[in-house]
């Protein structure tokens, strides 16, 4: 098991092409019904917090992303 | 698990014998105060009567029944729970008699996603899990206790009042030759979710209330019988919801079927529904008979003090969890253990009262542990907003092509022993190079030793397990010399001179990388409360 490490959220850009990315991301929802959208979501945001691997980080996200 | 909806009818193939019923001394004018009464005889409550015994601590075990276990109940017995029974000698018998498993398998829908192993290291003296029904359990350590001396078993002899007192409890109790009242120097309530003590007293017991709702099936079903715990999300057969499978002795399987919140109880209770249930599930050409029949609701409680002055609660009269992860009937022996050698030091005199209030931090802390554990799974298995189900759904979507996925799949996280790291008995590591290895506040482990095991060579009171050399610990402390070649040292991360003081209920009190006996004495008065 990975240690639960302690980094902190990159405020800075991180991406060598933001919009490409940024693009790629939306696009991927395009044709999604609402439904759909949230499935897709909800498998991207699991995909992606194993990958960062940091407890820290991944808690301070859910901290800066709640409304 | 609550009984709330509870049992509609018993068509079991077990033999629910009638325990004998004496009239009571008192009703003569005879009988003396009592050192430990225990109310109900469970799980919790015939084993803290045999630990007791051991420690040459009478007791006296009311219970407003004359039987077991009606229904199969608490069928998933853990490792720990076998380590703690054999010390009466009734493990062999429960194994013999059970089903060993360390396997499970996760389906969705009907592809298996996911597999686990619960011992994946061999050189254990017992498995991570035995499944046997409750009654059994029960008659096994109903045996053990009526042969004890220094344990008395009423049947039909029912609490209807407690009264503390300073320095005891008088308890008030209904028998069939009319009522009595027993003086008590500690009152240990192990009668249940429904406690009558817990009643009597007027203490709250707060938590949360689930309302999904579970029917169980115990069918003798003829043919091969699957060993390893299956759970389906969304099977096939039962499309909707989830279902677990576990085999139990008597070939016997147990079938849950989550029903959801708006199910009819009364109508899923029907044999000819739960038939078809089954029908769907096992196939046109299987046949089987009925054992067992419930619908259930569970909910998650604990009592704010397990201790109030001479009364002292234990398993489901204290806290409650929901049945995923077979932390309740385990969780009433490890409290029995926990507290049995401490009620005997106390009653001895040898150690202060304030140790009884170390049952209560360290218990406590075990129970939320099990709340917590038990919770998430039942978060998982019943989500309960829409955002929780669509994760849940994600990942078992995510579960065959990733791992890490499969690992969030969360249908019950099997009990192990709790720890109580931060205990006021433990003493924490002064030596700052473990790399591992039980840290004080953790249960010991077994290895192989010898021909036989490490959990076999360790008495009642304290021990000390040496590694390697030869030492001399305080009186009544036990040694164990351990060596320095094997699984014991890697599993202790143990070097010559690596010392461990283990506690009677077998978790570590302390260790040290060089043995000082000095140091040892002040960890021995620390566990004792001293």
Not at chain 2, 14 to 36: A, I, Q, T
Request: proline share 6%.
């Amino acid at each position: 098991m990975t240690e639960a490490a302690s980094g902190t959220l990159r405020r800075a850009l991180n991406l060598a092409r933001p919009d490409d990315v940024y693009n790629a991301i939306v696009d991927s929802h395009k044709d999604l019904s609402d439904e759909l959208c949230r499935a897709f979501d909800a498998k991207l945001i699991l995909l992606l917090a194993n990958h960062i691997g940091d407890e820290a980080v991944i808690r301070e996200a859910l901290r800066e992303a709640t409304p | 698990m609550s009984r709330r909806l509870a049992v509609r009818e018993i068509m079991s193939s077990y033999e629910y014998r009638r325990y004998p019923y004496r009239r009571p001394v008192e009703l003569d004018g005879k009988g003396e105060r009592r050192p430990v009464v225990i109310v109900g005889a469970g799980i919790a409550g015939p084993t803290l009567a045999l630990s007791l015994a051991a420690h040459g601590v009478p007791s006296l075990i009311l219970d407003e029944d004359d039987t077991v276990s009606f229904g199969s109940r608490s069928i998933c017995q853990a490792k720990h729970s076998l380590e703690v029974w054999d010390r009466f000698g009734i493990s062999s018998r429960i194994v013999d008699k059970g089903i060993t498993w360390d396997q499970g398998e996760v389906y969705l829908r009907d592809q298996p996603i996911y597999r686990f192993n619960l011992a994946p290291e061999p050189g254990h003296k017992f498995p991570a899990f035995v499944n046997l029904q409750q009654y059994y359990v029960e008659e096994f350590l109903y045996e053990r206790c009526l042969e004890e001396t220094l344990i008395e078993m009423r049947f039909r002899n029912k609490v209807t009042g407690v009264v503390p007192r300073n320095d005891g409890v008088t308890v008030e109790v209904e028998s069939p030759d009319g009522r009595y009242t027993l003086e008590a120097d500690w009152l240990v309530a192990c009668d249940g979710v429904r406690s009558q003590v817990r009643r009597a007293l007027s203490l709250p017991y707060p938590g949360e209330v689930f309302h999904d709702q579970f029917l169980i099936a115990d069918i003798r079903l003829k043919g091969d019988l699957p060993r390893e715990r299956r759970f389906w999300f969304y099977p096939p057969f039962h499309p909707t919801n989830s279902v677990l499978l576990h085999r139990q002795a008597d070939d016997i399987l147990r079938a849950d079927f989550q029903l959801g919140r708006d199910a009819d109880p009364e109508e899923e209770k029907k044999p000819e529904n739960v038939d078809r249930r089954l029908r769907q599930m096992f196939g046109p050409g299987a046949a089987w008979e009925h054992e067992w029949t419930s619908v259930y609701t569970f909910s998650c409680r604990m009592m704010e003090r397990f201790v109030h002055g001479r009364t002292i609660f234990a398993g489901d009269a204290a806290h409650v969890v929901s049945p995923f992860g077979a932390r309740g009937g385990n969780g009433a022996v490890a409290d029995a253990d926990n507290l049995a050698w401490k009620l005997a030091l106390v009653l001895k005199g040898e150690a202060p009262a304030a140790l009884i209030g170390s049952y209560c931090s360290e218990r406590r802390a075990a129970a939320c542990e099990n709340i917590l554990q038990s919770t998430r799974s039942t978060d998982f298995i019943t989500p309960r907003f829409p955002a929780s189900r669509i994760f849940r759904d994600a990942t078992l979507a995510l579960a065959r092509d990733f791992p890490f996925a499969r690992a969030l799949i969360n249908s019950g996280r099997l009990s192990v022993p709790t720890a109580h790291v931060g205990s006021d008995l433990d003493t924490p590591d002064s030596d700052a190079d473990w790399a591992g290895g039980p840290a004080p506040g953790r249960a010991m482990v077994d290895a192989p030793l010898g021909a036989g095991w490490l959990v076999e060579r360790l008495g009642l009171g304290f021990t000390l397990l040496a590694f390697g050399e030869a030492v001399a610990p305080p009186s009544g402390v036990a040694t164990v010399n351990v060596g320095t070649e094997g699984l014991a040292p890697q599993r202790y991360d143990a070097r010559p001179g690596t010392a461990y003081l283990i506690r009677p209920d077998r978790y570590v009190a302390a260790r040290w990388r060089r043995f000082d006996p000095a140091a040892v004495e002040a960890a021995l008065g620390r566990a004792m409360a001293n």
